[in-house]
């Protein structure tokens, strides 16, 4: 490795007055940042991002009362009536995540309820992104079936195994056990959305290289000051059905040589402000992930373009936060 006057290269540790700490900081305790107009990867469309239009985000909620009983609603609409399922719905233009979660809550089950985390983040690219919670009811009455509506015909809190009701689909068996898992122990930081404004969907990258010895080096670009990375998730049929993770893939196909395997990729922190700039609905999504080295014992993969650099984490309160985060961040499902 070079001394401490020679350039930066691969594996080299920077000054910390050349490493985003404040960054990293923020990231880790599950902030937002302001996102600018420049990524990383190649270029992206520019239109902005609306819902209804090139994107759908639906939003979950999971609760439960003091006897431990989740609660389900029993649906409405023709294609599943009767069928039950966890309170659920699209979010509507100019409403926060939170909002919506609240909104869907009370119109199908008539109870007001406040968000405690975020369980998942479930995606199928820009075409449909699910946020899952875990929420707590703080008010209101049950609906019965007299107040049946075209929301729903009624709720229930359910004390027995959901898969003995008939169910509008399976996919909310996973949520309830992530649910309860985080009740006993949470396994992660409670994360909920930030109130920051983004044009775009995006995705802000922790991409760590943990070494055999304890070593830690992080990913960063290097274009200006040295940043996490940030790619523009775009639209186009292949990238909508390659999800959140493709553009990430992609990233490391061209940027490292040779091109790792990423492990599973987990969710810091995601930041959304309805009614943004010329009504844009984007999110940013903080999200962290591993590579191995290429073999025992080595350095991370060399980086093919100057744009982007290793940088090694000596600090030892640092690296554990960001090898603490690599195990407890909200899951991403594709």
Excluded at 205 to 234: E, K, N
Excluded at 288 to 294: F, K, N, Q, T
Aim: a negative charge; hydrophobic letters at 40%; charged letters at 20%.
């Amino acid at each position: 490795m070079g001394g401490a006057g020679d350039a930066p290269a691969r594996g080299d540790p920077a000054p910390m007055g050349e490493a985003p700490v404040a960054e990293l900081d923020v990231v880790l305790d599950g902030g937002g940042l302001e996102v600018g107009g420049s990524f990383e990867g190649p270029p992206q469309p520019t239109d902005p991002i609306r819902l209804g239009k090139n994107v759908c985000y639906v939003v979950l909620a999971v609760l439960f009362n003091e006897e431990d009983r989740v609660l389900l609603v029993q649906e409405a609409k023709p294609e599943c009536r009767g069928k039950w399922y966890l309170p659920a719905g699209r979010m509507e233009p100019g409403e926060s995540i939170v909002a919506a979660m609240r909104r869907e809550v009370k119109e199908e089950t008539g109870l007001e309820c406040e968000p405690l985390t975020l369980l998942a983040l479930e995606e199928r690219g820009p075409a449909w992104i699910r946020f899952a919670f875990l929420a707590r009811p703080t008010g209101g009455t049950l609906k019965t079936l007299a107040e049946a509506d075209a929301e729903s015909l009624q709720a229930a809190w359910w004390a027995g195994d959901p898969r003995a009701l008939p169910l509008r689909a399976p996919d909310i068996l996973p949520l309830l056990d992530l649910a309860a898992r985080y009740r006993r122990c949470p396994p992660h930081p409670p994360t909920l959305p930030q109130e920051l404004p983004c044009a775009r969907l995006c995705l802000r990258l922790l991409i760590a290289c943990p070494g055999a010895a304890g070593d830690l080096w992080v990913l960063l670009a290097s274009a200006g000051p040295p940043h996490l990375p940030v790619l523009a998730c775009g639209a186009s049929p292949a990238e909508l059905r390659g999800g959140l993770r493709l553009p990430v893939l992609q990233l490391l196909r061209g940027c490292l040589s040779p091109a790792p395997a990423p492990g599973p990729m987990g969710l810091l922190g995601l930041q959304h402000r309805a009614g943004g700039a010329g009504g844009a609905d984007g999110v940013c999504f903080n999200v962290v992930l591993s590579i191995a080295p290429g073999s025992p014992g080595a350095e991370p993969p060399e980086p093919r373009s100057p744009a982007f650099r290793w940088w090694h984490v000596e600090e030892q309160g640092l690296r554990g936060r960001i090898l603490q985060r690599l195990r407890a961040a909200v899951p991403v499902r594709s």
